[in-house]
């Protein structure tokens, strides 16, 4: 009885790459749009969909923080913080 491969597998050695690529400094950023929007594994352009939508997530926060005038207290609480350490 042969075995089919299920298309959503991804193996450990696609994930060891995919990390490699997604940490390269302009490559990854486009290798991520890439792999959510194309290809026939729904498993590997969720993950890459969920990465996207949590960028999109922190986006929102920051632009929130500093929108609000949040950035320069958050600066001097963390400046504080390194002056107590000392």
């Given at each position: 009885m042969?075995?089919?491969?299920?298309?959503?597998?991804?193996?450990v050695?696609f994930?060891?790459?995919?990390?490699f690529?997604?940490?390269l400094?302009?490559?990854?950023?486009?290798m991520?749009?890439?792999?959510?929007l194309?290809?026939?594994?729904?498993?590997?352009?969720?993950y890459?969909?969920?990465?996207?939508a949590?960028?999109?997530i922190?986006a929102?926060?920051g632009?929130?923080i500093?929108?609000?005038g949040?950035?320069p207290?958050?600066q001097k609480q963390?400046?504080?913080?390194l002056?107590?350490?000392k």
């Amino acid at each position: 009885m042969a075995k089919e491969k299920d298309k959503n597998y991804v193996s450990v050695w696609f994930w060891m790459f995919a990390m490699f690529v997604v940490a390269l400094p302009c490559i990854g950023f486009f290798m991520v749009i890439i792999w959510a929007l194309v290809g026939d594994n729904e498993s590997r352009k969720n993950y890459f969909r969920a990465l996207i939508a949590w960028c999109l997530i922190f986006a929102v926060l920051g632009a929130g923080i500093m929108a609000f005038g949040f950035l320069p207290e958050i600066q001097k609480q963390i400046q504080n913080w390194l002056h107590q350490v000392k």
